[in-house]
């Protein structure tokens, strides 16, 4: 029988799904490996299936290798490789691909989210495959403005950010650290800073403000827009000072119908899978729009996020208890490409680029991680290891193909206003 490794991401509700989902489909006692710090919250998972053995590496990720007792595991495991490694599609899901196909000959993520539902994607990796798909990198010419732009906001954010409580789905202060997921958002609004030089832009439902102050850097000016009066405040306490060509106002697209023709380029990034009627949004959005003005959108693919959408049925459920079904509360649309685009034509819009950001240095990191292990060299795949969980804004670019392994689960189009 193939030996069976399954790799817990921090999310339990997911997390169960993928154990239930290998157990029935695999059969067999798989082993399981987890970070430290979930044993605790994890318990009842530990109980309920029958590993064959539990292996614990006291690390933040999956990836990071500071201790004897990991390092210890790798080399092991390079010796003696699983068959088969699982593990959840998570928000950025480099890490576990990579970490996986070392001590696994192929590591299989399932959208285990979606378990019970439909049919699930399956993404199958090995370091020996993988078709790289070439990059665009479309910033490059403003990089350094975008690199400064992202330093000073992590110095205002570490001189400020206990002042502020943030919740809902709002990005964290990852941005801080690194994170993955945070940077590949900050990316994404340096695509649209390329089309607001000079520009009257509109950020509508910007979470933080980070993007807004990254556009405003570029653009005459930045109207920041969202419906939540603390994102506003924050964005204000925030941000104005460093930046006072940023406007601020509480409301959505409703409340601007006055600016009817105004603006040069709005963003929707991350937003429109959140509204009860994405046609009516666009509809609105296109007459604030000035003649060939420009839409900068992005949305996740169903398929490639971690949690499924919340049904209507259910939109009045605690937050909580959709969480615990991995459900997640604040998207109520599956907006992959072949809903939305034919929307966005009906809107009079014409699609002029559609890409994803993808985190390109993976290519390299395979290619090193392929050699490593082909040689048996454990002392350069943990440096590798260590090196791929320390993410900055080069590490990613943009492809026209999505790439199963290292792109987001979103895709970005840039629209024109057609007529």
Known sequence: MDKTLIMLPESYPVARLLCEYVFKEHGGSPDLLILKKQRAGFERILKEFDFNKVYEIDEEYY????????????????????????F????????????????????????SSLYHKKELPIVSFKLSGGKRHESNVPWAPIMDEVVKAKDRIVSILEEKQDSFEVSGERPTFGILHGFAHDLEIFCKYALGSMYSMDKKVLDIGGGLGFGSFLLSKFADKTFFVDRSKDAVNFVEKMWVENSPNIVPIC????????????????????????VPDPQDVLNKVNKLLKKD???????????YYPYSVCPKERWSDPEDKLISEAIWPWHIQ????????PMLKKADFMVEEKSYTTYVKGYDFQSELRKASERGDDASVIR????????????????????????????????????
């Open 334 to 341: 599956a907006l992959g490409e072949e809903k939305l685009l």
């Open 88 to 111: 959840p599609f998570n928000t950025f899901r480099a890490n576990a691909f990579l970490f996986g196909s070392v001590i696994a000959r192929e590591v299989k993520a399932v959208n």
């Open 251 to 274: 409301g959505d697209a409703d409340s601007l119908y006055a600016a009817e023709a105004s603006f040069d380029v709005i963003f929707l990034m991350d937003v429109i899978e959140h």
């Open 63 to 86: 990836g990071r290798i500071t201790g004897e007792e990991s390092a210890a595991f790798i080399r092991e495991r390079m010796k003696s490789p699983y068959d088969v490694a699982y």
């Open 293 to 303: 003005g420009k839409l900068i959108i992005t949305t996740p693919e169903e398929d």
């Open 384 to 419: 590798s290891l260590n090196d791929l969980t320390k993410w900055d804004i080069r590490d990613f670019g943009l492809t026209t193909e999505r790439d199963p392994y290292f792109s987001a689960a979103s895709y970005n189009v840039v629209a024109r206003k057609a007529s």
